[in-house]
DNA sequence: GAGCGGAACATACTCACGGTACGTACTCTC
DNA sequence: GAGAGTACGTACCGTGAGTATGTTCCGCTC
């Protein structure tokens, strides 16, 4: 009974819109897109995969051709925001010199990137929970994680000392500045609170900038 | 105590062991304290409705008059952990008097409290996604981040100027040691992942002391 | 101490949703 | 032009959150 030889399908055909092209199709792209914007829209578990193929016009069938589960469609989206998002972070940093101004120049494009919606709630909020903390964690440092490190390392060099604390700071830089980031998303005058953000890390910067050595062993 | 009428149950008529006493059941702790458990170990959306009854050895209909959703059930097993670990670390940081000397020993505290795996996985990993943004904000400041921000101001006003920023520097450092007690519970060895971060923290906090003035407005 | 009202459950169901099984249409290659 | 592989579409299933509807027990009143 399933499936009636003859299939009428002429509502559907009337619906097609790429005409099957060869080899790479659109309707991946399709997917991709309009899921990103429905996982930025309601979360993760908030989005099912019914609203996803009909924002792409096409079936289940479709979706589950191109991608094995639900959450490897997220890990697409995710993947795409955030080496996206790490290439923008590069190319603003790599045109700057000094440690200390590329520093500065590092956190004003992060908290720019984190501004943008769509990253914000699916790498940032979504991601942990949705990827679990192991593999989140891997794509953190690979992306954001790693920039973090080579500019504290040119900083550390900068300063005497410091040896073996290279990603310690760094974990910390970038807990702080993620951190920053939602208190600007929040504010209610994200200017100001970006500004004062940028005062208390250069505060920060300037005042180990100030010690003549780094590296005392604590109590 | 279930309909001896018929029905059997006998399995169950011997397990119950509050004999139904008057006023507050035990059956609600029951049931929060193996939802406790249940999603430390398996997540929010990894952990089924029907686990937690098995387990809390009752049924569905138990959970749902105590509770009117998942969510809400999520919501007081993070509530209870969140006030324990706040009121622990609390208890910590009014002990010390130094300002200085209690920060170190509040971020020790709050390390210590983060190694805890079910405040870890339940408050740190699961609930962002699962309260959503919008509530976990107001969850932490309301506990944590008023902590710190109490912290930080009696450093800020130890220094000189700074005035209104205490927020923001809060903000940063609570990020900071959010990330930094991730770092600690990913690594190979915790204890010396731990007195690297305290150093760490350290130098920040001394280059800090060091300046003799705050608040220079950036560019 | 009979009756009553509500709290504290249990049982059986609905429905949304992720995933699967299996089909067909189109294209390419030989 | 026949076979194979890709790119889908359709129908179905299992799980799990939530609901409807009981039923029992306790405390209170008269």
New interface residues.
Partial sequence: MTHPKVRPASVLRAARKTPRRSGHSGTKRALLDNATELFAAH???GTSLDEVVAAARVTKGALYHHFPSKLALFESVFERLQTGAARTIEQRIDAVDDPWERAQTGLRAFLEVCQEPRFR?ICL??A???L??ERF?EAERSASLSLVERIVDDLLADLGG?E??GE??A??????????S??VS?AEDPDL?A??????????L??????EQ?????S
């Fill in positions: 979360g993760y578990a709630r909020q979504e942990p929970a949705a679990g903390h964690a410091g073996g604390l310690t700071f974990v910390i830089f970038y807990g702080a500045i993620r951190s920053a939602e208190y929040d609170a500004s004062q953000i940028e005062q208390v890390i250069g505060a920060i300037a005042g180990l900038r100030s010690l780094l590296a005392a062993p604590a």
